[in-house]
């Protein structure tokens, strides 16, 4: 098998022979036909529906409905039968050639005198006798039904609990062919009338019907196995009746049922047995009001010589199918556009070559587009293929349109496009190969996004650099040349370290969608914005610093525990973190033989000023004003000061980032903000001991930053107490160290 194997991919290629593969998986997947498939499929034909629904014509079907007016007018369902006779009497006067009921009467009427006197409490015997002496409205109705053609109702189900009644004579069926119950739908019980109404109706129709999975009426059966015997539809039935026929047929093969055989209209249908419904939308047309009826107020031209379906359209009465081309209509509608469909011969077919014809059709295409693709290329093929998928499409179409046929154009044109997307894949991932080669050689000196690009443009490996707004942050390790000295026995336990703390960092930053500019000892150097698009870098760069922080402080509470069970003494490591946003060059900086992807300007500049000045102010992270403006209503910021540092003649307003939107919708954060601001109020205007008195509340207050923060300038005023500013003193504080 493997030399098999390998012999073909030989002679095809690995792309082919894939492709090919993948062919005769899908045409195995279309001969098993699961659900989604043919819900797919379905799909495809209800749209054709939609766009072309047939056209109403006025043929002799008629509703007669329980409409919300009849309801108004006649009173809440199910009506006296007396009323049902009187609808029945004019029917017959108007002319109605038969009736079919698309209910069902189970039980006694529960307002005939025998039945309703029971209902009442504390009559005597008399008066229950003189009652059940009275007319019964059952009665009443079966005389109207005996006068006239009609057919009752009746429902399959599962779980009807019904009365033991007498066997009624059913509907005789001739089967033309071999056994067909095996292939028809199937019900365990049958809800039938009350015997009183059966024996006065010369036919009997179920109405119930079998939705698709999806809960569709696309197909209705026309015959089905109750209680295993052989019953018609209600419209079957009807047909039946009014055409004066004694029986209906099944006709049917060895592959299942091919046509029900009814008034001399021989009704193509599935293997089951059910009538592909072409539908036309919900018409008014076809109803008349069961109150107008019963009052006599009608139209006798939608009556006379019509077949009559008594049905409901009520909301309350919960009658109401999904169909292709209405997501509401009444289920007795469903079985009057039957009727109509076999009366005008406009039934939707799908014959029994369909499997084959497009089986076929997604042969073709598929072997097609396997064969020219690594010839011609993806684009022509695309074209090509495009052409023969928009001729089938075309083709099943007309089939529909034209002759009512439905053929699937889906699953074709997405076995064809299946085979053409893995041929285009298998190319694309050779390409990846190549690209991955060249992250492979860079991904250890470049930042990741910087060598996607790379890999994607390789001509864009050259010097040179673009004006661009980034932020860019420095975070250094406190006291680290201490702390290395620790290990100068122990190189190979610095190294270590240094890899334990740089990776949970370098990894905050690039969570937050950072690229890492270099690493210097045990600082880090990182920016957003570029090589990628970012426009909420402020704010990425923001929560990677506290994402560092958090890490960095985890890391300590377990080197902690390590020193502690090792007898070892203990060296915290802290960081301290400047960020600034700015315009800077961004691109390829250094020479034709060896170059950084790095950015330069003046606020790279200012964010490593900003990380040094962390040690003066006894904080962990400073942001610049640029990066504040867009981040302050997000995180728990406090104005630190203004400052004029080393190598810039400006100042700048530099803030202190504390924590995220929870701490800074805290109330211990807002009472402390608002304490420092006030606190920066009195130093710029010098009311030193006013300043000072702030400092003392917030050190007392707490020892976290804003305390340390109130330290350092505790320390400046006490020092300006002593040697005041100059006159001019502006509240710039100059930093004299980097």
């Known amino acids: 098998m493997k030399q098999l194997i390998r012999k073909l991919n030989s002679v095809f290629g690995v792309a082919r022979l894939s492709a090919f593969v993948l062919l005769i ?75 079919a009921f698309d209910v069902v009467f189970a039980e006694p009427d529960r307002l005939s005198p025998d039945q309703y006197g029971k209902t009442i409490r504390g009559l005597s015997d008399a008066a229950l006798g003189e009652l059940a002496a009275l007319p019964s409205t059952d009665k009443a109705m079966s005389d109207a039904m005996r006068r006239m053609r009609v057919v009752v109702g009746q429902a399959g189900g599962v779980d009807f609990i019904t009365a033991d009644r007498p066997e009624q004579p059913q509907t005789p069926v001739a089967l033309l062919g071999p056994d067909p119950t095996a292939f028809m739908f199937e019900y365990p019980k049958l809800l039938r009338n009350i ?21 569709i009426v696309r197909r209705a059966a026309l015959t089905v196995v109750v209680e295993g015997k052989v019953h018609p539809a209600l419209s079957v039935e009807l047909l039946r009746v009014a055409t004066g026929q004694n029986a209906f047929a099944v006709k049917s093969n060895e592959a299942g049922i091919s046509a029900v055989v009814v008034g001399g209209v021989e009704v193509p249908t599935d293997r089951n047995g059910r009538i592909w419904v072409h539908y036309t939308p919900s018409n008014p047309q076809r109803y008349v009001s069961a109150a107008d009826v019963a009052n006599g107020t009608f139209d006798t031209s939608r009556i006379r010589n019509h077949l009559i379906l008594f049905g409901t359209s009520a909301t309350g009465l919960l009658d109401l199918k999904a169909t292709p081309v209405n997501p509401a209509m009444p289920g007795v509608e469903v079985h009057a556009q039957i009727l109509e469909n076999i009366l005008s011969q406009s039934f939707l077919t799908r014959p029994n070559y369909a499997l084959g014809a497009e089986l076929v059709a997604t042969t073709v295409l598929s072997l097609l587009t396997l064969l020219l693709v690594p010839i011609l290329g993806a684009l022509p093929v695309l074209v ?53 080669e060249i992250r492979s050689a860079f991904s250890q000196y470049l930042a990741p996004d910087y060598v996607e690009q790379i890999a994607r443009n390789p001509e864009n490996l050259t010097l040179g650099g673009a004006r661009r707004r980034t932020t860019v942050l420095f975070s250094d390790v406190r006291n680290f040349t201490n702390i290395s000295e620790s290990f100068a026995k122990n190189p190979q336990g610095l190294t270590s370290l240094m890899n334990r703390f740089l990776t949970p960092l370098s ?197 976290g930053e804003l305390a340390r923060l109130a330290a350092t300038f505790r320390a400046r005023i006490e020092n300006f107490k002593k040697t005041p500013p100059p006159a001019n003193w502006d509240g710039v504080y100059v930093a004299e160290t980097k």
């Open 384 to 436: 090509f293929g495009f052409v023969l998928a928009a001729s089938w499409a075309a083709g099943s179409w007309y089939f529909f349109s034209s002759e009512q046929l439905l053929l699937d154009a889906g699953y074709p044109l997405f076995a064809s496009l299946s085979v053409y997307i893995l041929l285009v894949f298998i190319n694309y991932r050779r390409e990846e190969i190549q690209r991955q």
């Open 507 to 703: 990894n905050g930053i690039m969570e937050k969608r950072g690229t890492i500019d270099k690493y210097m000892g045990d600082a880090i150097m990182a920016f957003w914005n570029a090589p990628l698009d970012d426009d909420s870098q402020e704010i990425h760069a923001c929560e990677a610093a506290l994402v560092m922080v958090n890490r960095m402080r985890a890391l300590n509470e377990e080197r902690m525990r390590e020193a502690r069970a090792d007898g070892q003494e203990f060296f915290p490591l802290n960081i301290g973190v400047g960020i600034n946003t700015g315009d800077c060059v961004v691109g390829n900086m250094g020479s034709e033989f060896r170059f950084d992807y790095s950015v330069l300007g003046d606020s790279v500049n200012l964010a490593s000023r900003l990380e040094g000045q962390t040690k003066t102010y006894g904080v962990t992270i400073l942001i610049g004003n640029s990066t504040a403006e867009r981040v302050s209503d997000l995180f728990a910021l406090v104005e630190a000061d203004l400052i004029r540092v080393k190598g810039k003649q400006e100042p700048e307003r530099i803030f202190c980032l504390l924590g995220d939107v929870d701490m800074a919708l805290s109330r211990t954060f807002a009472a402390g903000k608002a304490s420092f601001e006030d606190m920066l109020r009195h130093y710029r205007s010098q009311d030193w001991d006013a300043a000072l008195a702030r400092c003392r509340e917030i050190s007392e207050a707490g020892d």
């Open 195 to 215: 015997p009183l109404l059966e024996d006065a109706a010369i036919g009997k129709g179920l109405f119930s019907i079998y939705p698709d999975p999806d809960g």
């Open 25 to 99: 998986v899908l045409l195995g997947v279309r001969l098993l036909d699961p659900f989604v498939v043919e819900l797919v499929r379905l799909k495809t034909f209800d749209f054709y529906q939609v766009l072309k629904p047939r056209v109403y014509e006025d043929v002799p079907v008629t509703i007669v409905d329980i409409d919300e007016k009849s309801l108004a007018q006649l009173g809440q369902w199910p009506w006296a039968r007396t009323t049902m006779a009187d609808i029945l009497n004019n029917i017959a006067q108007a002319g109605g050639i038969a009736v």
